[in-house]
């Protein structure tokens, strides 16, 4: 099997307008690294024409897999980690993050000589745009995370994030969050299993406010609020009363 140093993971729904420029993008980056890397990216559900543009692309680097029904994106990433071959694995939401965040990150996992590197809003060099409200939200989210789990982690949610291989290899078979909520698990369990080297590093990130702001408010925005809430007290639950991850 071939070497590869770094694997990134690109979980992707209804992108079917941007997914080509988002992993041509991500490729332009990573190849000037000096690193052997691959791009896998998961498309969450045939919805759209997501599949149909990303498979255009031809990269010998970029392996794209996709699956009838939308899971959610913690399944999409759990399903591209699975898969990876890199000693680093990683993974980037398919829209926000400007690909120029990943060597940033790159740079803070050797530097620190890192177990987990978290990309986060929060980080003083962060360059991001985002509307207020979103910023309270984050902001009361991260301090009932802080409360429930210890983490001293200003920011959990950003979809930028990398990982030695021991850390996915031993933590992934243990997750169950397939959505939102996925990432604190991911955090709260390595730690918990005594990964520990959790660092932070900064992003560029882009968000539409006025898109953000009418999204907030939508039904739907409550919905998967009120599910990543009851995902999060599940995890506590698992972790600090049943002892489920102990396993």
Known sequence: ?????????????????????????????????????????????????????ANKIKNSHLKIYTYEKNLGKGHAVKYGMERARGAIIGFVDANGINPRSIPMLLQHFFWYKA??????????????????????????????TRLFFDLEVRDTQVGAKLFRRPVVTKILPLLLVKDWA???????????????????????????????????????????????????LAVFYRLKIMHYYDK
């Open 1 to 53: 099997m071939p070497h590869v140093n770094l694997s990134i993971i690109v979980p992707a729904y209804k992108e079917e307008k941007t997914i080509v420029s988002t992993l041509t993008g991500l490729n332009t980056v990573l190849s000037t690294l000096n690193l052997d890397y691959e791009i896998i990216c998961v498309i969450d559900g045939r919805v759209d024409k997501t599949f149909e543009m």
């Open 182 to 232: 996925f990432d604190i698990e991911l955090l709260a369990v390595a730690y918990h299993k005594g990964f520990k080297n959790i660092y932070e590093s900064p992003i560029e990130l882009e968000s539409s406010a006025n898109e953000d702001t009418s999204a907030i408010f939508s039904k739907g925005f409550i919905r998967i609020s009120l599910r990543m809430l009851w995902d999060t």
């Open 115 to 144: 177990d987990i590197i978290v990309g986060s809003k929060r980080h003083p060099v962060s360059k991001v745009h985002y509307p207020w409200l979103r910023r309270v939200l984050s902001w009361g989210y991260q301090m009932l």
